[in-house]
T-cell receptor, first 115, second 110 residues
């Protein structure tokens, strides 16, 4: 079945540091890939997505590129801020059947940014 | 606009008590609806999904059940809560255009 593996946290960075959160996936077909962010006490919000190979999703300074050859979708940001502290989830959409829109999530990576 | 309402935001219930969490969506028709649970250290786990009224698929057999009495209403229930039911429950819907989550319910079973 489909699966998502993302680097385990927690990750602690100083403000303005470079961020990378690794994500790799296993799926049949050609899934869409997503990064969701969960701020403390809140639900999940879509951060960015990519629907086909070599697409780059970007939002709020975050970027991720859909790499089919390495089955990866790593999240990057050049300069993190304290307000980026949250839990980040990598996810992929199902590719077939009645659950074709259901998402499979990684376990999440908690990011803490310190001033 | 498309919105999703989920309530309550927090809930503390004793072991053995019943549970009913409700989720409604607005601004869309015939969405796929989902219940996810986020337990500490375990990420997000799909519990149930529904592709239409009265159609429920269970991903993980357990102490919970789901119902979809109306097109835009999805309910998560339990007859008798267990301690292991504690967690953060998220409702979500999806259409061809995207996937939207509710704000979640934090359930603590004591």
């Amino acid at each position: 079945g489909d699966s998502v593996t993302q680097m385990e946290g927690p990750v602690t960075l100083s403000e303005e540091a470079f961020l990378t959160i690794n994500c790799t996936y296993t799926a049949t077909g050609y899934p869409s890939l997503f990064w969701y962010v969960q701020y403390p006490g809140e639900g999940l919000q879509l951060l960015l997505k990519a629907t086909k190979a070599d697409d780059k999703g970007s939002n709020k300074g975050f970027e991720a590129t859909y790499r089919k050859e390495t089955t990866s979708f790593h999240l990057e940001k050049g300069s993190v801020q304290v307000s980026d502290s949250a839990v980040y989830f990598c996810a992929l959409s199902g590719t077939s059947g009645a659950g074709s829109y259901q998402l499979t999530f990684g376990k999440g990576t908690k990011l803490s940014v310190i001033p | 606009s498309q919105t999703i309402h989920q309530w309550p935001a927090t809930l503390v219930q004793p072991v053995g008590s019943p549970l009913s969490l409700e989720c409604t969506v607005e601004g869309t028709s015939n969405p796929n609806l989902y219940w996810y649970r986020q337990a500490a250290g375990r990420g997000l786990q799909l519990l149930f999904y529904s592709v239409g009224i009265g159609q429920i698929s269970s991903e993980v057999p357990q102490n919970l059940s789901a119902s979809r009495p109306q097109d835009r209403q999805f309910i998560l229930s339990s007859k008798k809560l267990l301690l292991s039911d504690s967690g953060f429950y998220l409702c979500a819907w999806s259409t061809n255009y995207g996937y939207t989550f509710g704000s979640g319910t934090r359930l603590t079973v004591v």
